[in-house]
């Protein structure tokens, strides 16, 4: 009986003594004869394995596209997008601000769906107005590799609104 007593208080100054990691708690679970589990951490086992850097991977040794930017699908594509979101539409601030977003997005996800274009980063600006029969200039600068990187883009007009959308299609090395 002596002897439970003193391992009982033995183990609680173990529990208070040991080092707990310091990212999550632990518990240590009795056993019959007076022994303890080892402990188990809130830890996951992954968070304790020593880290040796990033992965590195392998050179591709690619230096252009397999396949350039498909300027003239892109331009369809914009042009579906564009004329089929806003043929019957009116021009309302809220309307255009929301729909500007909206269509980029439509058009980011259209453009993604095209295939082999792996390594070719998009930005894809919309831009929503009222037609008021004023004049307007939009146009845009890009310091950018020839051969590989490009753009299309396209203009749709109604009675009450314009709208341009721009795809910058970038190759990363």
Request: aromatic share 10%; hydrophobic share 40%.
């Amino acid at each position: 009986m002596a002897s439970d007593l003193a391992k009982d208080r033995a183990a609680r100054n173990l529990r208070k003594q040991s080092n707990a990691p310091a990212t999550g708690h632990f518990q240590m679970k009795h056993l019959p004869g007076g022994r303890f589990s080892q402990p188990i951490s809130s830890v996951s086992q992954i968070d304790e394995l020593p880290h040796h850097g990033a992965v590195k991977l392998e050179n591709s040794y690619q230096l252009g596209p397999h396949r350039n930017f498909p300027v003239a699908e892109v331009h369809k594509i914009l042009k579906d997008v564009l004329e089929g979101y806003l043929a019957e539409e009116r021009y309302e601030e809220d309307f255009a601000r929301e729909m500007s977003k909206n269509i980029s997005q439509v058009i980011r996800g259209r453009i993604k769906e095209l295939q082999a274009l792996g390594r070719y980063k998009f930005v894809v600006v919309s831009s929503i107005g009222m037609n008021g029969g004023h004049g307007l200039a939009i146009s845009s600068r890009c310091l950018w590799n020839d051969v590989t990187d490009n753009f299309a883009s396209y203009q749709f007009r109604n009675n009450s609104l314009y709208a341009v959308a721009t795809v910058f299609a970038v190759y990363l090395d």
